[in-house]
């Protein structure tokens, strides 16, 4: 699985980001596609996340100001940002999740992308 991610650079407080991934590859193996961000000196996190099934997570910071979606072919994922705060600033990288049935689970990561949020 290949990822290709696009979207982010700089906002202000308050404003809207759009991040775009999109997977190519065994597709047809991915049973997540969502979201991380990572900090310098800190561990990568979940950002959101959606199923093969539709079924979506969010990290509790981010509930109710970031929306991930996905294309009907399952192929690419977005995530909204709205209502920005600085501490959203990190580095943000698309993942694939495959494997996770079957006891192989493997992630993919996408390049990573710079989110700036300023005050």
């Known amino acids: 699985v290949q990822l290709q991610a696009s979207g982010g650079g700089l906002a202000q407080a308050g404003g809207s980001l759009r991040l775009s991934c999109r997977a190519s590859g065994s597709v047809e193996s991915i049973n997540f596609l969502g979201w991380y961000r990572q900090t310098p000196g800190k561990q990568r996190d979940l950002v959101a996340t959606i199923s093969k099934g539709g079924a979506i997570r969010y990290a509790d910071s981010v509930k109710g100001r970031f929306t991930i979606s996905r294309d009907s072919a399952k192929i690419t994922v977005s995530l909204q940002m709205n209502n920005l705060k600085p501490e959203d600033t990190a580095v943000y990288y698309c993942?694939?999740?495959?494997?996770?049935?079957?006891?192989?689970?493997?992630?993919?990561w996408g390049q990573g992308t710079q989110v700036t949020v300023s005050s």
């Open positions: 993942n694939a999740a495959t494997g996770y049935y079957d006891n192989l689970p493997k992630d993919y």
